[in-house]
């Protein structure tokens, strides 16, 4: 557990995979958490740089007199993870994670209700904090989760809906004669 956190608060980013109204509890990867990854164009140097920048502070609050070794940073590259979307090679990739339920909000800075998802491909902007935690004996930096922002929906969700609209096009999918 890191001895000190240096906060951060994104620059406008892409929400991928998201566990936000519940905790990640089914599949694989799950770790019991409530979590977002985002995604960075590797061409969006000043979203690169605040992260490393607040990186590189996490680093040396826990590790004052040996930061600057060998250190494993948050940021990867969406290449790894081209099998399950192509454009994922222009990315990278960032995930945060809390065991308790983030702040979430609307773009106006209302709550978000729990109707309202954030979809792949939403621009959001991420509240949280970084530490330095050991790893399998490796210095490591992690990204905790405060609160997310959606500040506009995703270009490839075809409408701004909720669930509720979702489960009624559904429902109407399927029984057409309501």
């Known amino acids: ?11 406008p980013v892409v929400a991928y995979v998201n566990h936000l ?18 995604l960075i ?31 494993n ?14 454009q994922l090679a222009d990315y990278l990739m960032c995930t945060f994670h809390s065991y308790h339920p983030p702040l ?4 106006d800075g209302s ?3 729990r109707s309202v998802d954030i979809s792949i491909g939403a621009s959001v902007r991420v509240f949280g904090a970084m530490g330095g935690i050991i790893v399998n004996g490796e210095k490591t930096i992690d990204c905790y989760l405060s609160g997310v ?15 509720f ?3 009624e096009q559904l429902i109407d999918r399927y029984l057409p004669w309501r």
């Open 149 to 163: 922002q959606l500040l506009s929906d995703s270009p490839m969700a075809a409408e701004n809906i909720t669930v």
């Open 1 to 11: 557990m890191p001895i000190d956190y240096f906060h951060i608060i994104t620059p």
């Open 104 to 107: 979430l909000q609307m773009p």
């Open 111 to 113: 709550i978000m209700p």
């Open 21 to 38: 109204h519940v905790p990640d509890i089914e599949g694989e990867d799950s770790d019991d958490r409530y979590k977002i990854t985002i």
């Open 73 to 86: 940073m948050p940021l990867h590259d969406g290449i790894d993870k081209c099998a399950t979307w192509d």
């Open 165 to 167: 609209d979702r489960v």
């Open 41 to 71: 164009r590797k061409q969006d140097s000043g979203c690169i740089k605040a992260i490393v920048d607040a990186s590189h502070a996490a680093a040396q609050l826990e590790w004052p007199d040996s930061w600057d070794n060998v250190l």
